[in-house]
């Protein structure tokens, strides 16, 4: 079992940044592939970001070139560091952890980005 709790959202004018974290307990932080979800008012989820155990990288199309994940294992914690914001961003974002086809869900924490 993993427990996931995300923090650092907050409003934000459209070209601003955030940092969000989400810290894990429960198991082996270290062995989870960890990434980054969101969801916007009447939206499906989507994938915004992902890192592996290993520290491997991936992002959305949408988010490349202005949003980093990060992780520090020895904090059991995931970031994602976001920069140039745009009203689009405005979502609830999810933090989940991935391993052996288990999937663990934080309960979110939200960002809107006023224009």
């Known amino acids: 079992q993993v427990q996931l709790v995300e923090s650092g959202g907050g409003l934000v004018q459209a070209g601003g940044s955030l940092r969000l974290s989400c810290a894990a307990s429960?198991?082996?932080?270290?062995?989870?592939?960890m990434g980054w979800y969101r969801q916007a008012p009447g939206k499906q989820r989507e994938f915004v970001a992902v890192?592996?155990?290993?520290?491997?990288?991936n992002y959305a199309d949408s988010v490349k070139g202005r949003f980093t994940i990060s992780r520090d294992n020895a904090k059991n914690t995931v970031y994602l560091q976001m920069n140039r914001l745009k009203p689009e961003d405005t979502a609830n974002y999810f933090c989940?952890?991935?391993?052996?086809?288990?999937?663990?869900w934080g309960k979110g924490t939200l960002v809107t980005v006023s224009s």
């Open positions: 429960g198991s082996i932080f270290s062995i989870y592939t």
């Open positions: 989940k952890a991935s391993r052996d086809a288990i999937n663990y």
């Open positions: 890192i592996t155990s290993g520290g491997a990288t």
